[in-house]
């Protein structure tokens, strides 16, 4: 077999664009923490089944462990790296609420869990519990038992609201 | 980090390029790459090139024409937020069944209806495998769930095509000799080695579903140890369709992840038809169930649990479904 030819990939990674020359078998995974050096989101299983590889592709949540990097062509990629302001560093509401309401033990799974509820809170403000949790069902934690992950992401939503202050 | 191997891509920019292209020896259609992916990393699939369908088949569901047609491309993410009828209704509610919400935005209607057989001794990594000599198939002569059995028994456990058999779909396929269309169930072989009855260089272009009767219902349940995540333990899909004396005129049952293809029960079938679905009747159409189900030990639960609960899945779809079709006759009548 020929060996498979590079291609160009042009992506947006957290508002910055980036022209790169990749191998087809790359995965989004591997271009985000090997190319670029962004090692927020983490490989855990690698085969799709614990979500810490969590990204958001244009807006939807994915596993960049499954996605190639070739598939994704002109996409707009969110990081948890690309989530607090740019300016002066302040935590997202999401990632505040997440440590006010203990939802980070270890931390392994909070980049996918925040960029998950993210974009849950995105398509609907107010969610339920049920809706959280079937939201985040393919969020793998092994720490936190997920109840303080569930208020967490109810704490966030009540402050995008606007009906709880942050301290 | 779990690599692919080395391998081709390529992204035609029509249907007919892709066909073309899947003609290639070695080369293997790649759609939300979900499952394939996987397949690759664990060196269980070893195509020379991956053919992207992400231009060739349509995405979305089109209404022309008086049913739907669901576009191959069309994602489980978009399926399950679309607002079908009680009729069909059993579609949205197997494609929310299906992994969890970050997989279902890039796992695709088509990779669904072409997913290949499961098996705990096959869906590993090489190294996990490579404590055994390769079963049937990955290329070997034995079977470690059947020791001495002479075929392959892997599990079909995709979410979708129960869901579509159930209400009577179609696909439309296109290959080298042009396009055709099949009934859902005659898609699958029934065979753990080869599940697809699809020529070299065919793709699945959309599942089309006919409009139904405004008096029938649908629902898909599924059994499994996690609420998100795990494929199924069992399932089972069921139309009916309520008739002018209010008993059930017509019903199709079609089971899923109990055989290497989804299995349609028409004694159970038969147990519903005249019947009110009262418990008597959902328990015959059960115990049918149970007994169509042929499990075997290549999965997370032991082939009596799987047995024993397709006959609850049965139960709770066709019951859920005859509560559709008799709310949707009185919405109407
Ligand atoms: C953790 C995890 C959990 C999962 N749980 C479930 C589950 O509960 N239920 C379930 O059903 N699935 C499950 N899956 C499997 C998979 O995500 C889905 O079945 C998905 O719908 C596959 O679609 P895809 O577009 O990603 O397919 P791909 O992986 O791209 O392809 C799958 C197969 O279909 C072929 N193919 C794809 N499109 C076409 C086409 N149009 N014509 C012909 N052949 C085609 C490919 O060649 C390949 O063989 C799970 C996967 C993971 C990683
Ligand atoms: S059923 Fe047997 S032959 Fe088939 S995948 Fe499992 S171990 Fe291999
Ligand atoms: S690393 Fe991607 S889901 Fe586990
Ligand atoms: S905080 Fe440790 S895995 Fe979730």
């Not at chain 2, 992916?37 to 020379?48: D, I």
């Not at chain 2, 679309?82 to 919400?101: F, G, L």
């Not at chain 2, 696909?171 to 055709?180: F, N, S, T």
């Not at chain 2, 009110?276 to 015959?284: C, M």
């Amino acid at each position: 077999m020929s060996t498979p030819r590079k291609i160009v990939l042009a992506l947006t990674v957290n508002g910055q664009d980036h022209d790169l020359l990749v191998e087809p078998r790359r995965t989004l995974l591997e271009v985000l923490r090997e190319e670029l050096g962004l090692t927020g989101a983490k490989e855990g299983c690698g085969t799709g089944g614990c979500g810490t590889c969590t990204v958001l592709i244009d807006g939807r949540p994915a596993r960049a462990c499954l996605t190639l990097a070739a598939d994704v062509q002109g996409a707009s990629v969110l990081t948890i790296e690309g989530l607090a302001d740019a300016l002066d560093g302040d935590l997202h509401p999401i990632q505040r609420a997440f440590v006010d309401a203990h939802g980070i033990q270890c931390g392994f799974c909070t980049p996918g869990m925040i960029l998950t509820a993210k974009a849950l809170l995105d398509e609907n403000p107010s969610p339920d519990e049920a809706e959280i949790r079937q939201a985040l069902s393919g969020q793998v934690c092994r720490c936190t038992g997920y109840a303080k992950i569930v208020d967490s992401v109810q704490l966030a939503a009540r402050r995008l609201a606007g009906e709880e202050e942050t301290p | 980090m779990l690599r692919l191997p080395p391998t081709r891509w390529t992204r035609p920019p029509s249907l007919d390029a892709a066909v073309a292209a899947l003609g290639e020896p070695g080369a293997r259609a790649l759609a939300g790459g979900t499952d394939l992916v996987v397949a690759l990393k664990n060196r269980t699939g070893r195509p020379q090139c991956l053919v992207s369908l992400a231009d060739a088949c349509p995405a979305g569901i089109d209404t022309g024409g008086g049913g739907w047609a669901i576009g191959a491309a069309t994602t489980l993410w978009d399926l399950e937020r679309w607002t079908a009828p009680p009729s069909v209704a059993a579609i949205p509610e197997a494609a929310r069944s299906v992994a969890a919400p970050p997989i279902r935005s890039r796992a695709t209607v088509g990779g669904n209806l072409c997913l290949d057989t499961r098996c705990v001794f096959y869906n590993q990594s090489a190294f996990w495998r490579s404590g055994r000599p390769p079963c049937r198939k990955a290329g070997g002569e034995v079977c470690h769930a059947v020791p001495g059995g002479d075929r392959c028994h892997a599990v079909f456990s995709a979410d979708l095509p129960p869901a579509l058999a159930a209400v009577g779909a179609r696909v439309r396929v296109a290959g080298p000799d042009g396009e055709r269309r099949k009934d859902v169930a005659d898609l699958y072989t029934g065979q753990g080695l080869a599940p697809l009855a699809l020529a070299a260089a065919e793709v699945v272009l959309s599942a089309d579903v006919p409009a139904l009767s405004g008096r029938s219902g649908s629902a898909f349940e599924k059994i499994r140890a996690r609420r998100g995540l795990d494929f199924a333990a069992a399932s089972a899909a069921v139309w009916v369709e309520a008739g002018d004396d209010g008993a059930c005129r017509s019903a199709r049952v079609v089971l899923g992840a109990v055989d290497s293809g989804p299995v349609r029960v028409a004694r159970a079938e038969e147990a519903l038809q005249g019947s009110l679905l009262e418990p008597e009747a959902l328990e015959t159409a059960a115990d049918a169930a149970r007994r169509a189900a042929r499990p075997v030990k290549n999965a997370d639960f032991t082939p009596a649990y799987r047995r024993k609960v397709v006959g609850v899945a049965v139960k709770r779809a066709a019951s859920r479904a005859w509560q559709r079709a008799v709310g949707a006759r009185e919405a109407s009548s």
